[in-house]
């Protein structure tokens, strides 16, 4: 027997690294450069190859270590290369009869090696970045040579997988057990989710893993536009009209979306290369319920009177607090609007309602110093963020939509919109 050590290597600047993933076993055979173990340190992962043939007779180093150049990796049998070299070789003249008895162990062997080869068939970058998505990267088909799997690779099986349950059950990043129980630390009360939100979560979750999300931040000026909405009364009564913010928003919306159609879009299979076009106007509206948010649709927008719009929010709205909303009216939308400008806050990056490409943050308005013709002047604004799916939409694209929202809510559109 000739048992050789196998230390780490000169690795540069790399020196009490930790060791995050250990690719050989006990009893397993290694080729020379097959990869032992992988090192990472802030900057980058690294894997350590092997200098020697043979199989591996002791492991010493575990996942979790902290390694420096000289520490000893594990030690190998190179004497088992020329036993099987030479035990192979009288195996080749046998009968074909012979041949079928050691045919389970060469099956045996096939099955390890390419295991090892699933394995090993990744560069350190897209382990790292299969393991933050919680992803088995031995669940992967690779697109490179020899079925060497890149990020493109995870992506894709990402998107595929989560058509049904967002990430496949057995690549879900392995849960963290408390040390303790919660209890241990005071008192405690366990309830149940409510069933919306657990409803939801699915969709939300899909949404995230599935749609590259990117959110443009803008202000918009809607001095005249409250001007004119407190200044509405009814010609009969002289009795002021109540008309929610929002309905003049959905308004400006829909106007956007005529100019700039891909944002009134879905992708149903990106693979396809096709995208869907919708030549409706359905806004949904994120209502905030005791049992979790619903988004119903304001349905064919274009077609209805700001007032109209006004009247119909408060009756979804009221449908959903009640569960009573028809579960077809959460479905069906071009874009969404998620404003929380009756609780307060300004900016934030909303996640997109799937299948659609894009959605509208609203905040809470408020008076400004804005520098304007020369001087300073009180301006009401308003603060929007725009999620959109850069799958579709690209940044450009985004700036101009948002600039076409803010002057549709300007003082130039919002008289048009109440006719």
């Not at 540069?12 to 995050?20: L, M, S, T």
């Not at 790292?128 to 890149?150: H, M, P, T, Y």
Request: proline share 4%.
């Amino acid at each position: 027997m000739s048992e050789t050590e196998i230390k780490v290597p000169n690795i540069g600047d790399f020196k009490d690294v930790e060791v995050i993933e250990v690719l050989v076993t006990e009893g397993q055979s290694i080729k020379k450069n097959d990869a032992l173990i992988t090192i990472e340190s802030d900057k980058s992962s690294v894997e350590i190859p092997s200098n020697l043939e043979g199989k591996i007779k002791n492991l010493k180093i575990k996942v979790g270590d902290k390694v420096s150049e000289g520490d000893l990796i594990l030690t190998i049998d190179v004497s088992e290369v020329k036993k099987e070299e030479i035990k192979e070789k009288p195996e080749i003249e046998k009968e074909s009869k012979n041949i079928e008895v050691i045919k389970p162990e060469i099956q045996e062997k096939t099955f390890s090696k390419n295991n090892i080869s699933d394995i090993s068939s990744a560069s350190p970058k897209a382990r790292k970045f299969a393991r933050e998505l919680g992803v088995d990267i031995n669940q992967v088909a690779g697109s490179q040579k020899d079925g060497r799997v890149v990020e493109d690779d995870i992506k894709k099986f990402v998107s595929s997988n989560s058509k049904n349950t967002v990430v496949a059950k057995d690549t879900k990043p392995d849960k963290i057990k408390n040390e303790f129980e919660h209890s241990d630390f005071g008192e405690i009360e366990i309830k149940d989710i409510p069933r919306v939100k657990k409803l939801s979560s699915k969709y939300l979750t899909n949404s995230w893993t599935t749609i590259p999300h990117v959110t443009n931040h803008d202000e918009a000026d809607i001095t005249e536009m409250e001007s004119f909405r407190s200044s509405l009364t009814d010609m009969y009564t002289r009795e002021k009209i109540k008309i929610t913010p929002l309905a003049f928003i959905i308004k400006a919306l829909v106007a956007s979306l005529k100019k700039f159609p891909s944002f009134n879009s879905s992708i149903d299979e990106i693979e396809t290369g096709k995208m869907t076009l919708k030549k409706y106007y359905h806004i949904g509206i994120a209502v905030d319920t005791p049992n979790g948010l619903m988004v119903p649709k304001i349905r064919n927008a274009n077609n209805k009177k700001i007032s109209l719009i006004s009247k119909e929010l408060k009756e979804v709205s009221e449908l959903c607090r009640n569960l009573k909303i028809d579960k077809k009216e959460l479905f069906g939308g071009s874009m969404t609007i998620t404003s929380l400008g009756g609780i307060g806050g300004s900016f934030f990056t909303p996640i997109i309602n799937y299948p659609e490409v894009a959605i509208l943050g609203v905040g809470r308005s408020e008076k400004k110093q804005i520098f304007m013709n020369g001087k300073f002047q009180t301006r009401t604004m308003l603060p929007i963020s725009l999620s959109y799916d850069h799958r579709i939409i690209d940044g450009a694209e985004a700036a101009r939509f948002n600039n076409d929202l803010k002057e549709n809510l300007g003082k130039n559109f919002a008289y048009k919109l109440a006719v």
